[in-house]
């Protein structure tokens, strides 16, 4: 059974910091490009960061670039979003994504809300 298992969403003050981390099993995971996605309400869903299999590329939204890293660690099946500098447009549903050539597996989401 394919398992994406997104959390360390939270309510977080303006200029704070949230680290999601996203627990894959089921599958092959150092095959698979990993992506972050996010969806705000009435907005629809877009690609935040992503990771190819082995770490050695990554590529931002470019209005997170400079504040969010993602990385990996494939010996712990893992995918992590570090957000710095957060922003109240930052608010939203954050979705972990594993793709492998026309397979795309998702997780359930986790809440991150900026808010004072």
């Known amino acids: 059974q394919v398992l994406l298992v997104e959390s360390g969403g939270d309510l977080v003050q303006p200029g704070g910091s949230l680290k999601l981390s996203c627990a894959a099993s089921g599958f092959t995971f150092s095959y698979y490009a990993m992506r972050w996605y996010r969806q705000a309400p009435g907005k629809e869903r877009e690609l935040v960061a992503d990771i190819t299999s082995n770490g050695g590329s990554k590529n931002y939204l470019d209005s997170v670039k400079g504040r969010f890293t993602i990385s990996r660690d494939n010996a712990k099946n893992t995918v992590y979003l570090r957000m710095n500098s957060l922003k109240p447009e930052d608010t939203a549903v954050y979705y972990c994504?594993?793709?492998?050539?026309?397979?795309?597996?998702w997780g359930q989401g986790t809440q991150v809300t900026v808010s004072s």
């Open positions: 994504n594993a793709h492998y050539w026309a397979v795309d597996y």
